[in-house]
C-alpha cells in the first residue's frame, strides 16, 4: 500500500489512547478483495479486552462531559482537519480493504468528515428548556447529558462513514465509546482512531477493540451495565441478537439495519435522470448498499425503453480494482457475498426471468460480478423479500400507483425508497403512502450530515446525522425546584 504518511497503518488495537496487542500477540488476516493478498495482520482481541476498554472509557467520560460543548468542539474540529488532511491515505487504506473504486472512497472520506464537523458544531447547540410551570411556587427545567458509556459495532460497506456517524455525535454529547468494527475493514477505523489520538481526543473517550470474535465481544458490550447504549449498524439478524442481549441490562438502542430499497419509475419520469439515479442507487458499492435500489418497478408506457437504456449503461461500466483509474465497480466483499447474488440471479431466472445482460461471474475473476440486468421480475423470487447486496438489478413491471406502492410495502424492511416522476401531486402521494424511513425524489443520492438517515419496520430504530442524530446520545433530565 502507497501511503503519504505510512504510520497511519495500524494493525493494534486502540484502548485507553494506547495500541494494544492480543494475548499471544493473536492476529486475523486482512485481505484486499480486488487481489486475494492479505495486505495486514491485525490484532486478534477477545472479550477480555472489550471490559478493560470500558473500565478505560468510564472515568474518561466523566471527565470528557465536564469540559464545556465549546472545548469538546474544538478538539473534534481538530480531528476533522486531519482526516481531510490524510484524506488521499484514508481513501487508499479503505479501497484496498474493502474495495470500492478509489473514487468512491474519496467521497465517502469526505462524507465521512462531514459528521466529524457537523456534530462538532452540534455539541454547543445541545440546550434544556425552562417550562411554563403549572404550580406557582414551583419552576420546571430540563437538562440534557450523555447517556455515558456506549458501544458501537460497524460493517465494512462503509469502513468510514459508520464510524463517524456514530462516534462523532456521541463524543459530541459528552459521552465515550468502546467499537468493534467489521472484521473485513479494521484498518479504515484504525487509521481514524490514530488521527483521533494526534488530534488530542483524550485517551479512553474513543477505544477500537479490533477481533475475530464478533459475538463475544458484542455480548460483552451489551451485557456490561456500565454502557449505557448500543449503536449498530449491519444485519437485521445481528441487530436483534444485540437487542435481546441488551435487554437485561435495558439499554437506549440505535440500530441501522438491512434495506430492500424499491425503486419507482412512474411513466412521466424524465428518463435520464432516472436512469442516472438508477444507476447511482443500483451499482454504488458494487451494490453493497444498505441503501442500494433491490427492486425496480417500472410503469408499462415506460418499461422497454428504461430497460434499453439500463442495459446500456450497465454494459458501459468498467469493473476492476478500484485502484485502477476509471474502475466504476469493484469486487463484491467476498466468496460469502458472491454465492449470495448468484443464488438471487439463479432463482430469479428459474422462475422465469429474463436476462438482459451479465448475470454471471466477471472474466476478472476473485469475486467479481458482472453487472446484470434481468426483467421480468416477480414476488415470487427471492430478490423481492432479500436485498441481494449485489449489481443486479431485477426488473418489475406495474400499471397503477396504488399496485406498486403495495408492492414496494410489500417487505418486513423499510429503510429506503426512490421515486421518478414529474408530477408534483404523485411526489408527494406515494412518498407519503411509502412505509420507508427515507425518500428520494428523483435522484439516486440522497445521504448527507444534515438529513436524518434510518428505517422503519425491520429496518432499525433511531436516526443518524442531521439535528435528531445528537439526541441518541442524550437523555432528558427533568428538574422541578420549589420555591
Ligand atoms: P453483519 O454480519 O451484521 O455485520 C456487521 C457487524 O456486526 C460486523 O462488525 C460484524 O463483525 C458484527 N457482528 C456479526 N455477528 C455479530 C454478533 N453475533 N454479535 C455482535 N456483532 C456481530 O452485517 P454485514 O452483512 O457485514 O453488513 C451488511 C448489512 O449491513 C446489510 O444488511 C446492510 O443492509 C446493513 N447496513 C445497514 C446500514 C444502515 O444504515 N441501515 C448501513 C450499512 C449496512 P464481524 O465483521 O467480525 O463478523
Known sequence: MNLNDPTLLRTDSYINGEWVQAPQNRRFAVTNPATGKV??????????AVTSAIDAAVPAQAAWAARTAKDRAMVMRGWYELVLANAEDLAVILTTEMGKPIAEARGEIAYGATFIDWFAEEARRVCGDVMESPIPDKRFLTFKQPVGVFGAITPWNFPIAMITRKVSPGIAAGCACVLKPAEQTPLSALALAELAHRAGIP?????????????????????????????????????????????????????????????????????????????????????????????????????????????????????????????????????????????????????????????GRHDLGGTFFQPTVLSGMTPQMQMFGEETFGPVSGLFRFSTDEEVVAMANDTEFGLAAYIFTDSTTRLFRVSEALEYGMVSANTGIFSSEVGPFGGVKSSGLGREGSKYGIDEFLEIKFVCVGL
Do not use: W
Open 39 to 48: 495486505i495486514a495482520e491485525v490484532a486478534d482481541l477477545d472479550a477480555a
Open 203 to 359: 485517551a479512553g473517550v474513543i477505544n477500537i477493540v479490533t477481533g475475530m470474535d464478533a459475538p463475544a465481544i458484542g455480548s460483552t458490550m451489551c451485557e456490561d451495565d456500565r454502557i449505557r447504549k448500543m449503536t449498530f449498524t449491519g444485519s437485521t439478524e445481528v441487530g436483534r441478537i444485540l437487542m435481546r442481549q441488551s435487554a437485561g441490562t435495558l439499554k437506549k438502542m440505535s440500530l441501522e439495519l438491512g434495506g430492500n430499497a424499491p425503486l419507482i419509475v412512474f411513466d412521466d419520469a424524465d428518463i435520464d435522470t432516472a436512469i442516472a439515479g438508477t444507476m447511482a442507487s443500483k451499482y454504488r458499492n458494487a451494490g453493497q448498499t444498505c441503501v442500494c435500489a433491490n427492486r425496480i418497478f417500472v410503469q408499462d408506457g415506460i418499461y422497454d425503453e428504461f430497460a434499453k437504456r439500463l442495459v446500456a449503461a450497465s454494459d458501459a461500466m468498467k469493473v476492476g480494482d478500484g485502484m485502477e483509474d476509471g474502475v466504476e465497480q469493484g469486487p463484491i466483499i467476498d466468496r460469502q457475498g458472491l454465492d449470495k447474488i448468484e443464488r438471487h440471479v439463479a432463482d430469479a431466472l428459474d422462475k422465469g426471468a429474463e436476462l438482459l445482460t451479465g448475470g
